[in-house]
Nanobody, 128 residues
Framework: QVQLVESGGGLARAGDSLRLSCAAS????????MGWFRQAPGTERESVAA????????YYADSVKGRFTISRDNPSNTVYLQMNSLKPEDTAVYYC?????????????????????WGQGTQVTVSS
């Protein structure tokens, strides 16, 4: 079965950097678009970033553009989220997700409903 396991969350101060990783198994990784999403207490899950299966196309929410970078290493079945210049409002549980829809070898979406599989999440807490 498909498993997605996030790691790399933790405590940070405003302005710090963190890198999240998501290790995938049970799927043909390069044919799946991968996305990062987050959810803070009392809020809906929101998109953060997404990347097509071959890694050539990336997409970002406006709130993280210029600060976060999504990347993937297909041989190791891993997707990353490099988070720089962290802000307190980045505090949330971060989830990775996999999407096997048409064209996802190239493209991805930022729409959570398009994603088929989800990890358990990793907490990121940013203090001011």
């Amino acid at each position: 079965q498909v498993q997605l396991v996030e790691s790399g969350g933790g405590l940070a101060r405003a302005g710090d950097s963190l890198r999240l990783s998501c290790a995938a198994s049970g799927l043909t990784f390069g044919t799946y678009a991968m996305g990062w999403f987050r959810q803070a207490p009392g809020t809906e899950r929101e998109s953060v970033a997404a990347i097509g299966g071959n890694g050539r196309n990336t997409y970002y929410a406006d709130s993280v553009k210029g600060r976060f970078t999504i990347s993937r290493d297909n041989p190791s079945n891993t997707v990353y989220l490099q988070m720089n210049s962290l802000k307190p409002e980045d505090t949330a549980v971060y989830y990775c997700a996999a999407d096997s829809g048409p064209g996802r070898g190239w493209y991805a979406t930022l729409e959570p409903r398009d994603y088929d599989y989800w990890g358990q999440g990793t907490q990121v807490t940013v203090s001011s």
